[in-house]
């Protein structure tokens, strides 16, 4: 159950997840639309059923969770209820969170957001027909739900188990309006449980989750608690979003950008080459672009005439670059061999040329600016000498003079350190297996590159059958839960242990810290969790990496922690660049 | 002919490239299949496959060694499917492996969840040696193993006959070709918008765009390759031909960058798509239209140009200007129609390649056409797309085809139609 928990903080920060605000201390002016370059079309609006990270920003400025991390600190912040939730302990070993909505909260259609629209938006989750849903395995921990007769705003969620992230997951549910998606009350007939047992062809649902999946309810009627409605959507082309009228959270004045609307309209324009989107910004056809490659932003940068007339922001959106390692693989399985690697990768060097400098070192499996990072650990220095003098010590020898070291293992079969690397056809992945391939040859390893499509290479990573791998990994700006990836029930099947590391002191400390319902407890474990992982290389770690944005120089935009990066509802326009203007 | 062989072209790509959209349908590794139980995440393929006719077969008929079961096509989930036939390809007995799988079957639904991995896997097995390992595994793991088990990998098959099995109109390829012609090209993988909505939206981009193309090029082959032909002392048409053969040489994904780089900012002189004027706003197709009109005119007006020199050189031509005709009426009159022949051949069959360089063409100018949704689809794996794009391609190379035959027939009714 807890396992499901765990993943579904990457959704809750997808969703809300904030790092810090920015910039200037100017006056400002409010800006009538802005227009935001996205590079693919969004598969649906639907908080239940969208899969892609551009669908779920922009449902962000539709429908609004119950509670969203705080920009400045991360500490969870109340945004549909009224008041930071009680949790409750059970004696079973389960938990109960209690929750109360604001009062006049208010759909579009004025009626009033209810307990009824949390129930309903739980129960879709599992009701039948809902099987594509990713929601699922994230909410699978919530038993129940329960309401109290005499307050139409209160209610409690019951969970099986406690778990340190319960309420940034359960608190990171969208509520979408029952009135619009399930008319006819067919849900309510069910308990939370009968939906999640149901067969779909006796529940008569048939028709209800028909239309709750179809475009009509996915790319036309868009409405939910959010500052913005969808006005239209043109196929290829563009997805518009306007500001509703009479939106209750003009009268409840919270401090999250979440709740700010700005703009009026926001555009979002679907343009999927980089350099078209360059040209539309150039000519003010374009206000914000995200996703640039470090080339382009440094041509942002150091041209004068660019740099007068654009930003170019820079959001730390918790992203890590390493490299993973199979450490049952029959060569990496030697730790001896990870550790020369970690020597040969000059991390230093890959910032300045590949990132042009827009990243900082990776040292953990924490990222460094989230909380229960071990500021005391130092990265592995680049040293090709040491990685061959590692080892020569552990019985890698060039014996036949090959450029390529070997070793006997006690069945006296001879093991060459050849190491296949596997890529994807990415130029940053290219870079990375270019350079390591350079330096490790100075080590004595021959690093084979092959290019695969990523679909091929998790599937590898799942089975195991792989050596090496360069990642992108992002996290969630709450603590960090290291179980799904490093704990030894999640090598193989369903889990995202690739590495295979873990040993039962790691798997201990791993669940110590899931057991911790206070994280300030568990720094000790934290740091010790981190210690226990970086003694064993089963990663190689390159570089935490900003997210480069550009916009026009009168613009003051808002960043976060989590892509896209920035928040496009609360742009404002400089006052002076608008007296000018004027 | 050429419809129905498209036809099995795509479908046959289509089931090459998607060996088992049952199980990525309903995410059986992963998502919401997470908490359910292996046989239940079997039961959810299993009804997925069939509500798209999965469980069909392939043709009208099939060619098999007699020992294959009639009803291989019906066995679901599709990995289990291709298990069974590799199994079949092993010879182990049909009949044996059927009744072994049912009974394996009927223990799965009662198994605890780790003893139900095994039944799993050997439901999978491939091989005789997969399946004695996978065997082997299942009784250390504590199962129950059906007594045929041990059976099913010595037995051999024997000695078989080639058999044919009819099974009539009852196919997938039957139902593809079916679907496409009635219009129910079914619905998005990804974003659950009918396939025909997509496709009709992004088609008048890409027709317009090739449309134009194709009339502006065959304008500007005629008028250039006459000129080349009357003119061919001329300074200018030596450096006209000289420029032309260095546009068709220059790639079209060059030629765009740079028409984008210099020809859009700052110089404006071209508007680029931002995707947010309105839909009857030309403007910002004329320059996707000049760079495709760039690097295909060279081509064509040459090879226009040697088809008219050729019709020049012929004796009637040369019996008309001892006549006296005027040079004028004997080039448009006599020459230039039999000469213009070749060209509408090959610009009829020019769309589809034309398409082609709609991918890059959309993509840079940001253009929503059919050239970008195969793209997107493609990289998405989005195949009831793909499958009809393909499709509908196909149509429009045949009607090309067919139009410039039926054009070519005019011009010169000794031709006669023939199916191509």
């Known amino acids: 159950m807890r396992n499901s928990f765990q993943s579904s903080l990457l959704l809750a920060i997808l969703l809300f997840g904030f790092l810090s605000c920015t910039t200037e201390d100017k006056e400002s002016a409010q800006v009538e639309s802005i227009r935001v370059r996205i590079q693919e079309e969004p598969d649906r609006l639907h908080p239940i059923l969208s899969k892609t990270g551009i669908s779920q920003q922009i449902e962000s400025r539709i429908f609004l969770p119950l509670m969203a991390p705080h920009p400045d600190n991360f500490s969870l912040q109340p945004i549909l209820i009224e008041k930071y939730p009680d949790i409750k302990e059970k004696e079973d070993g389960g938990m109960q969170i209690d929750f109360t909505l604001r009062n006049n909260l208010r759909w579009p259609d004025q009626s009033a957001i209810t307990v009824k629209d949390v129930d309903f938006t739980l129960k879709s989750i599992f009701a039948p027909g809902m099987e594509e849903s990713n929601l699922r395995a994230y909410f699978d921990g919530v038993d129940s739900i329960s309401f109290y007769p005499d307050d139409s705003l209160s209610f409690s969620f019951h969970l099986s188990q406690s778990y340190i992230l319960a309420l940034p997951a359960t608190g990171g549910l969208n509520i979408m309006p029952a009135y619009q998606y399930d008319p006819d009350n067919q849900l309510t007939n069910y308990t939370l449980q009968e939906l999640k047992s149901i067969d779909s062809s006796s529940a008569g649902l048939n028709m209800w989750s028909e239309k709750m999946k179809s475009p009509a309810l996915s790319r036309t009627k868009i409405h939910g608690s959010g500052p913005y409605a969808l006005e239209s959507w043109e196929t290829g082309r563009f997805i518009h979003l306007k500001k509703k009228k009479n939106w209750w959270g003009e009268d409840h004045p919270i401090d999250n950008p979440i709740l700010t609307a700005h703009p009026k309209d926001i555009y979002y324009q679907i343009i999927p080459d980089e350099s078209t989107a360059i040209q539309l910004l150039k000519s003010g056809q374009l206000d914000i672009i995200s996703d640039l490659s470090p080339l382009q932003v440094k041509e942002f940068i150091e041209t004068e005439a660019l740099a007068q007339e654009f930003n170019v922001h820079f959001s730390n959106v918790l992203n890590q670059y390493v490299i993973l390692l199979n450490t049952k693989d029959k060569v990496l399985q030697d730790r001896s061999v990870r550790r020369a690697l970690a020597h040969l990768i000059d991390v230093d060097q890959f910032i300045e040329e590949v990132l042009q400098g827009y990243g900082s070192l990776a040292r953990s499996p924490i990222h460094p600016a989230k909380p229960f990072f071990d500021s005391t650990i130092q990265a592995t220095p680049f040293n090709p000498q040491k990685a061959a003098d590692i080892l020569e010590e552990n019985g890698w020898l060039d014996l036949e003079n090959s450029g390529v070291r070997e070793k006997r293992d006690a069945q006296g079969t001879s093991h060459s350190l050849k190491i296949e690397l596997l890529i994807t056809g990415s130029s940053l992945s290219q870079s990375i297996a270019l350079k390591l391939q350079e330096t490790a040859a100075q080590a004595g390893i021959q690093i084979e590159i092959s290019t695969l499509s990523f679909r091929n290479i998790l599937q590898k990573m799942k089975s195991g059958d792989f050596q090496m791998t360069p990642l992108s990994i992002r996290s969630s700006p709450f603590p960090y839960d290291p179980y799904q990836t490093w704990h030894t029930n999640n090598i193989g099947g369903a889990g995202s242990n690739y590495t295979r590391f873990g040993s039962d002191s790691s798997d201990a400390v791993i669940e110590r810290i899931r057991n911790h319902l206070d994280p300030s407890k568990a720094r000790p474990d934290y740091e010790k969790f981190q210690n226990l992982v970086n003694q064993d290389y089963p990663v190689l770690y390159l570089a935490a990496p900003l997210q480069p944005l550009v916009t026009p120089r009168n613009i003051k935009l808002p960043l976060t922690a989590m892509k896209p990066g920035y928040f496009e509802n609360a742009v404002e326009i400089s006052a002076d660049d608008l007296q000018k203007n004027n | ?420």
């Open chain 2, 1 to 420: 002919m050429s419809l129905i062989f498209i036809l099995s072209i795509a479908f046959f790509i289509k089931n090459a490239s998607h060996q088992f959209p049952d199980e990525h349908r309903v995410s059986y590794e992963t998502g919401f299949a997470n908490q359910m139980s292996l046989a239940d995440k079997r039961t959810q393929v299993i009804k997925y496959g069939k509500s798209q006719k999965l469980n069909r077969p392939q043709f009208y008929f099939s060619i098999r060694p007699s020992h294959y079961p009639k009803m291989t096509h019906k066995i679901l989930p599709l990995r289990e499917q291709k298990a069974v036939r590799k199994l079949l390809l092993d010879n182990i007995p049909g009949k044996l492996i059927l009744s072994w799988r049912e009974k394996v079957i009927h223990q799965l639904d009662s198994l605890p969840q780790n003893k139900a991995a095994f039944l799993i896997n050997l439901l999978q097995s491939s091989s005789r040696k997969e399946l004695s390992q996978n065997l082997r595994l299942a009784s250390k793991g504590g199962v129950n193993l059906p007594r045929e088990s041990e059976t099913l990998v010595t037995a051999k098959a024997g000695f078989t006959f080639p058999t044919l099995h009819w099974h009539g109109s009852q196919n997938q390829w039957h139902l593809a070709g079916k679907n496409f012609l009635f219009g129910n090209w079914g619905v998005s993988r990804i974003d659950g918008q009918a396939v025909s909505s997509k496709i009709f939206s992004a088609l008048p981009y890409t027709l317009f765009i090739n449309g134009a193309a194709i009339i502006l090029l065959f304008l500007t082959a005629i008028l250039l390759g006459s000129w080349w032909v009357r003119s061919k002392n001329r300074p200018g048409v030596q450096i006209s031909r000289q420029i032309a053969y260095f546009l068709y040489v220059m790639p079209l994904f060059w030629l765009s960058a740079l028409a984008i780089a210099f020809l859009t900012q700052p110089t404006g002189i071209f508007p680029l798509s931002s995707g947010m004027e309105s839909k009857l706003d030309y403007s910002h197709y004329l320059l996707p239209l000049l760079c495709i009109w760039l690097s295909s005119f060279g081509y064509l007006s040459r090879m226009f140009e040697d088809k008219l020199r050729s019709e020049w050189s012929k004796p009637y031509i040369q019996l008309a200007q001892h006549r006296g005709i005027p040079q004028r009426k004997l080039l448009f009159s006599y020459a230039l129609p039999n000469a213009i022949i070749p060209i509408i051949t090959l610009l009829g069959a020019a769309f589809p390649a034309l398409v082609s360089g709609s991918l890059i063409i959309e993509v840079l100018f940001n253009i929503p056409g059919m050239g970008r949704l195969i793209w997107w689809s493609l990289q998405e794996q989005d195949w009831p797309v793909v499958f009809n794009v393909i499709l509908i391609i196909g149509f429009f190379a045949w009607l090309g085809r067919w139009g410039a035959d039926q054009w070519s027939r005019y011009l010169d009714p000794r031709m006669k139609w023939t199916d191509p």
